[in-house]
Every structure is written in structure tokens, then in C-alpha cells.
């Protein structure tokens, strides 16, 4: 190797102890590592400013520390689990081989940091020293918490969205069951029409509440579309009551009436608002344990509108309300939270066009508020194209509407709902068939003439839509009058596919006077079916109501 000058004339390559420190000492304050290291006899050799850094120390001091044991005894106080980690510490310094393993600081501010130490040995294998590298991990351990996080969020997600669908089915029935005892009662004056009553406010409570969770595990693109923020404070509330009641806390609600629609997207809406009540639940318990929050609703412009979100908890001191919508930036304790939730917030909100504000004062409660764009003309034109799914108040049918007893088919894999909607049809005047396996109903709307098909949309063996293909491919007129019933209008394909289909359709769990009236108006629309058989049969005689079990039922499937 050749002789190579540098600064003062030195040598490396025959180079002088001296040169050759000056130079590694150079090389390793340029690293971004912290580094460590250590003669055999545990004289502390070296320490670069990178680590001085990541400690929130001088490096002066940090040189300070002449050996092995004087830096350990020092330095282990400021990690968490401190006893262990000096044990640790003194354990591998002694070892022949690497190792690794991870720090938590926690003064004077609390840091991951990841060790890597090996000794140092010479070219015949004798050891020489011991070399600690230190790399902060704090924002790297974040992030991938933040992903595990998203991951396990991700998948609560379709197990909610799979556990709502699946209540959906046994609250149709709850919901309808509930209606008609209560309509019969009565008409006979029963006192027990309070306690139906109770009934049917429950099974509605639940309902909601299975809306609000297929919608906020609904995964779609963000849809900007007219949106009443009185409702997603409603929805809202539905999701956070029980924990609420459990925790003592009130809820003051102050929603103005009237209130124009917001252009956004519900769906972020609602996560907004569960952000920053979530927040304001957890700065009460951090306090008192038992409060107060105040959501109130109001229009503050010609073109804007705001939802206000309000605590008597401790407040927020001076120092931290300016980072507060930072990523990762939490006052609470570790565990606590992710400082994330404010930054969601203010992520969202600003995507929209809109502003988020907070005022606060240390011991005093904390108001944010979110401003939103108001929709305008969008909302009227939307109103006015509104889909026959929106909840409207339904009109009984009246008595003698139709000329003739129309024939209903209801093909629904789910015996009860089946049941239900025979039930309800049937004492409305209609003749009802009803079979349980869709691929029976195929069979049974080629051998007999039907005014109305009434289908399940997710069903085994042939589903909702392969079901309407197939009327659409014979040229049934059928095709023309189908209702669709699901508890999955969530679902983006679902939903496109109703959309483009132009099919009618009740969501699970539906109102008794919901289905009433859907049908009366798809009988109304829809062209009538001829009362001779396609088949050149003769039209069998009318029944009442018939159910039949399909193969797949009795077959256990």
C-alpha cells in the first residue's frame, strides 16, 4: 500500500497510532450511527457525537466516562426496565460473539434505539476491544406499528362488516315480527302494546347500529357527495353510546335545524367526528374521570358550516396546541395514544376544502371545530335523483289498489326473513310462493306465471344477480319485475351492480311499511304479466301462501 499524506504531513499505510485515530475518529462522527468502543480492558476508547445526540447529551460529558462500568452505571437509569438493561449490558460485553437487541430510552425523552455490539479481534482471532453501534429506530418502529395497526384494523374491519351483514337477517325478522304483533295488537286493543313497542325500539337500535358499522368498514374511494352532518353526528353517537354511558360521560347535543348538506364524503365524516370524540373521551378520563361533551351543528357563512366538538376536560397547555395536528405528537401517556388521530383529522378535513380549529385554555375544556363547504345546488339536484333506497316514509297501501290478487315469488336462503315477507304480503292480499334455494326459483318461474319476483342478492349455488341474468337471458318479463332484498349494499360491486341493473331494492333490516311499499310501486312500474303460462300450460290455481324447502335445506347445506 502506498504512503497517502494528509493534514500535517501524517502517513497512513506505515502510518503513525496517532495519524490512524485521527483519522477513524474522523470517519465515525460522520456516520449517522451512534458508536461505542472499548479497549480489552474496558477503558472507554471512543464515543461519537452522533450517540451524545441520540442521548440529549454534551458530548463532553459523555467522554466523561472513562470506563465500561462508570458509563453503564451512568447511563442504564435513563432506559426503561433499568436493573435489566445494566445486567444485560454487562453480560454481553464479555461475550465472543454479536449480538443484538433493542433499547428504550426514556429520559430525557423517550426513544427506541437498536444495539448492535460485537468484540473486536485481531487478524489472528485475539480480541482486541468491544464496538457498540446504536441506530434510532424510533420513527422506523412507528411506522410499522402504524402498518401492523392498519393491517389489524383492516381485518377487524371485514370481520365487522361480515358480523353486521350476518345480524342483518335475524333483525329482519326481529323488525318485522315486532310490527305486525304490534299492528295486531292493536287493532284487538292489547295492554301489551308497550312492551312490543320496547321490542321494536330495540331491534331499531341495533339496526343502526350495524348500519354504522358496514359503513365505516366500508372501503370505497372517497365519494364527495351531498351529506347531512346532523346524521353523522347521529351515526356517530349510535357507534360511542354504550362506551360513553360506561365512562360517565354526558353528551349535550346542540344540532341546528335545517341545516344545509355538506359536500364530502360521509364516510370520513363520520371517522372525523370519531377521532375527535374519542379525543375528548380520553382527555375527561385523563382528568376527572366523568364529564361533559357538547356537539353542536350550525351554519356560519353563506357557504360554510361548522360542527363543534367540546369538552370540559384539562385543556391544552400553551406549549403543545401549536404541534398538536402533528404526526405522531401526543400529550397522553405511552400506550395512550398514537398521534395520529388529530393528524387524520386535519388530513381529512382540509382534503374536503374545510378548516379545523381548536380553542383551549390549560384547565379549561378544549373546543375544535371543523368548517365544511356547503353543497348547494349539488344537494337539490341529488334530492331530486334521489335512489328508491333513501328512507322515506311510507305510505300504507291502500285497500283495493290493485284490480286482481297479484302473485309474488320470494326466493330467500334464509327461512325466517322468507317466512316474514310471506307473511306480511299475504295479509295485504297478495298470493305468495316461497322457496329457499334460488335454483328452485329459476324452476318455478318457468312453470308458473308470476306479477312480482322478490330475491336475496347473496345467496349460495346461483346468487341475486346470476339470478337476474338469467331472466334477462331468457327474455323473462320477470326481468322487469324483480325487488332485490340484501344486507349488502355497502359493498362498491354491490352497489354498482344495483345501480346499473336499475333494479329495485330493499336493505336489510327493512321497515314492514318499506316493504309494502316497494312492492306496491314495482307492480305499479312494472308491465303486466300475461295470465296464460309461458309454457303453454294452463296457470295453476292461486294459493295462499306455500313454502318449499329447497334440496340444499334438506341436504343440511
Given at each position: 500500500?502506498h ?44 464515543a461519537?457525537?452522533r450517540?451524545?445526540e441520540?442521548?440529549?447529551?454534551e ?22 426496565d ?38 473486536v ?7 482486541q ?27 377487524i ?20 315480527y ?6 295486531r ?49 347521529e ?10 354511558r ?46 361533559h ?53 386535519y388530513?381529512?378535513v ?22 365544511l ?18 328512507r ?13 290478487r ?9 327461512p ?13 292480499g ?6 329457499l ?38 327474455g ?20 354498482k ?26 307492480l ?10 309461458r ?9 295462499s ?7 340444499s ?5
Open positions: 500500500m504512503n497517502q499524506e494528509i493534514s500535517g504531513g501524517e502517513k497512513i499505510g506505515g502510518a503513525e497510532p496517532v495519524a490512524l485515530t485521527f483519522v477513524l475518529a474522523t470517519l465515525v462522527d460522520s456516520v449517522t450511527c451512534g458508536v461505542l468502543l472499548f479497549e480489552p480492558s474496558g477503558k472507554l476508547s471512543f461519537n457525537d450517540l451524545a441520540m442521548l440529549r447529551m458530548r463532553a460529558r459523555l467522554d466523561g466516562y472513562a470506563t465500561f462500568e462508570s458509563l453503564v452505571a451512568h447511563l442504564a437509569p435513563r432506559f426503561a433499568s436493573e435489566a438493561v445494566a445486567g444485560r449490558w454487562r453480560q454481553r460485553f464479555g461475550r465472543d460473539e454479536a449480538s443484538w437487541d433493542e433499547l428504550e430510552l426514556q429520559r430525557p425523552e423517550r426513544r427506541l434505539l437498536e444495539r448492535f455490539a460485537r468484540p479481534l485481531d487478524g489472528g482471532g485475539h480480541r476491544g468491544w464496538l457498540e453501534i446504536y441506530r434510532d429506530v424510533t420513527t422506523q418502529r412507528l411506522i410499522e406499528r402504524k402498518l401492523l395497526h392498519t393491517e389489524r384494523m383492516a381485518a374491519g371485514q370481520m365487522v362488516s361480515g358480523i353486521a351483514h350476518e345480524l342483518n337477517n335475524p333483525l329482519t325478522s326481529i323488525l318485522g315486532a310490527q305486525l304483533l304490534l299492528t295488537r292493536s287493532r284487538n286493543g292489547s295492554r301489551r302494546g308497550g312492551d312490543v313497542r320496547r321490542i321494536l325500539q330495540q331491534a331499531e337500535r341495533v339496526s343502526r347500529i350495524a348500519k354504522n358499522l358496514l359503513l365505516l368498514s366500508r372501503e370505497t374511494k372517497p365519494e364527495r357527495l351531498p351529506v347531512d352532518l346532523n346524521e353523522v353526528v351515526r356517530c353517537l349510535a357507534l360511542r353510546s354504550y362506551e360513553l360506561l365512562e360517565n360521560i354526558e353528551v349535550v347535543k346542540e344540532l341546528a335545524p335545517r341545516l344545509p348538506a355538506a359536500l364530502a364524503d360521509s364516510i370520513q365524516l363520520q371517522q372525523v367526528l370519531l377521532n375527535l370524540i374519542v379525543n375528548a373521551e380520553q382527555a375527561i378520563q385523563m382528568d376527572k374521570g366523568e364529564g361533551i357538547w356537539l353542536r351543528t350550525r351554519r356560519i357563512s353563506s357557504d360554510r358550516i361548522a360542527l363543534e366538538v367540546t369538552d370540559d376536560g384539562p385543556g391544552i397547555a400553551p406549549e403543545p396546541l401549536s404541534h398538536i395536528f402533528d404526526p405522531f405528537f401526543t400529550t397522553k401517556a405511552p400506550g395512550a395514544g398514537t398521534g395520529l388521530g388529530l393528524s387524520i383529522v388530513g381529512i382540509h382534503d374536503h376544502g374545510g378548516e379545523v380549529l381548536v380553542d383551549s385554555r390549560e384547565g379549561a375544556g378544549a373546543t375544535f371545530t371543523v368548517e363547504p356547503i353543497a348547494r345546488a349539488i344537494a337539490r339536484a341529488m334530492a331530486s335523483a334521489a335512489p328508491a333506497k333513501s322515506r316514509k311510507a305510505q300504507p297501501l291502500s285497500r283495493g289498489a290493485s284490480r286482481h297479484e302473485t309474488i315469488l320470494v326466493v330467500e336462503d334464509e325466517t326473513v322468507a317466512r316474514l315477507i310471506a307473511d306480511v304480503l299475504g295479509e295485504t297478495h298470493a305468495v310462493d316461497t322457496v334455494d334460488s335454483r328452485e326459483g329459476l324452476e318455478q318461474v318457468r312453470r308458473k306465471a308470476y306479477d312480482l319476483v322478490i330475491c336475496d342478492l347473496r345467496m349460495p349455488h346461483v346468487d341475486g344477480r346470476a339470478f337476474y341474468q338469467e331472466l334477462v337471458r331468457q323473462s318479463p320477470l326481468g322487469q319485475r324483480l325487488v332485490f332484498v340484501t344486507g349488502d349494499t355497502m359493498s362498491p360491486h354491490t352497489f351492480f344495483l345501480e346499473s341493473s336499475g333494479v329495485p331494492y330493499l336493505a336489510k333490516p327493512f321497515l314492514v311499511e318499506e316493504l309494502k311499499e316497494t312492492v306496491h310501486r314495482a305499479a312500474r312494472a308491465p303486466r304479466q300475461p295470465r296464460s303460462n309454457a303453454d300450460q294452463p296457470a295453476p290455481s292461486r294459493t301462501t306455500r313454502l318449499t324447502v329447497a334440496s335445506q334438506r341436504n343440511g347445506s
